[in-house]
């Protein structure tokens, strides 16, 4: 199984960024194996993978996510194009559609059709990629645009139809078609006991395609830490599970939420997104169940950690992505560094 880290967040703004450039770099002397880059409304996804690219040599640097509302298909194959160049092959694209506040509050775009969208974005990046001239018609996108002086162009860089496109969905609908277009799955909202409600839709996809699960990498994972007082570790962990059951989306659109209530936390995950949205935040927090956060994290002593480990690879994630506590990049390494010991001897 192999590891992932993520650098940044959707608000983050370089604070400490000279850390963060060494934090990676450590990382890839310790075998992490991907480092993913967020965005939203903070620094873009682009610009920080660009720069370690320079920086290091081996671990693979991906966008999760880069919003698709935020450019038009070619500017993305461009850039992909590009990023795969400076890093020398290590590029990997991570897609994904984002949610109605950021796209039409930050990018003044309809979130509307958001599915039907990213297919029609992946079948043009595809064609680019391919080195194909770029004619296309669907609902969303027009290439050339009608009754001007435009005309399919060819991407002049050279042609990459292996670049790696990885998906981040949470739907049904939208993870069948991950299993359809897509070479890697990024996962959120993992839990390996319940991982059907995932891995079935992609699965089904994936066969429509003529392909099997195999050929698509899932990744997932969570938080990890290991340690004896575990009830202080949920507490811990309690405040960012009921913001993702209640912030991460409007109150009528939030993915997040939609499928933990799949994985058999509705009750749970709805109550609290209400508590969460009527602005009672601390009951929130204390109604998010125990189970809920041990299920989806990688906490606790050595053994319970370990068992969590096998739960995801039997799962069927090929790799895991990790997140560290600390309250300093140094920190972060250390803990870092205990993780891919744990993982290493898990093996």
Avoid at 237 to 248: N, W
């Amino acid at each position: 199984m192999k590891t992932a880290i993520s650098i940044g967040s959707a608000y983050y703004n370089g604070e400490d960024w000279d850390q963060l450039v060494e934090y990676t770099m450590a990382a890839e002397r310790m075998g992490v194996d991907q480092a993913w880059s967020a965005e939203a409304w903070g620094m873009d996804a682009i610009v920080p993978l660009a720069y370690l690219a320079a920086k290091t040599e081996k671990i693979q640097l991906g966008t999760g996510i880069m919003q698709i509302s935020a450019r038009v298909p070619s500017m993305i194959a461009m850039t992909a194009q590009s990023l795969d160049t400076v890093s020398k092959g290590r590029f990997i694209l991570g897609l994904g559609v984002s949610g109605p506040q950021v796209v039409e509050g930050l990018h003044g775009a309809s979130f509307a059709r958001p599915l039907s969208r990213l297919r029609e974005c992946v079948e043009i990046l595809r064609l680019a990629l391919a080195g194909e001239k770029l004619a296309y018609e669907g609902n969303h996108y027009l290439l050339p645009r009608p009754g001007g002086e435009g005309k399919p162009i060819r991407l002049s860089q050279p042609p990459r139809p292996e670049l790696p496109i990885y998906l981040a969905t949470l739907g049904p609908k939208s993870l069948e078609m991950t299993g359809e277009l897509a070479d890697g799955w990024l996962g959120t909202s993992f839990i390996p006991e319940h991982a059907d409600v995932f891995l079935d839709h992609l699965r089904a996809g994936a066969e429509k395609a003529g392909r099997s699960l195999a050929d698509i990498n899932i990744e997932a994972g969570g938080y990890f830490e290991v340690g004896e007082d575990v009830e202080k570790l949920i507490a811990e962990r309690k405040p960012g599970m009921a913001f993702t059951l209640g912030g991460m989306g409007s109150a009528k659109t939030n993915f997040y939420n939609d499928a933990f209530c799949r994985a058999g936390y509705e009750d749970a995950a709805k109550e609290v997104q209400a508590l969460w949205i009527s602005g009672k935040r601390d009951e929130a927090v204390r109604r998010v169940p125990d189970e809920m956060v041990l299920m989806s994290s990688l906490i606790g002593t050595e053994d319970m950690v370990k068992a969590r480990l096998k739960a995801f690879r039997d799962a069927g994630v090929n790799t895991l992505r990790l997140a560290t506590g600390g309250e300093t990049w140094a920190e972060r390494t250390v803990a870092l560094e205990a993780a891919m010991d744990l993982v290493k001897r898990s093996a």
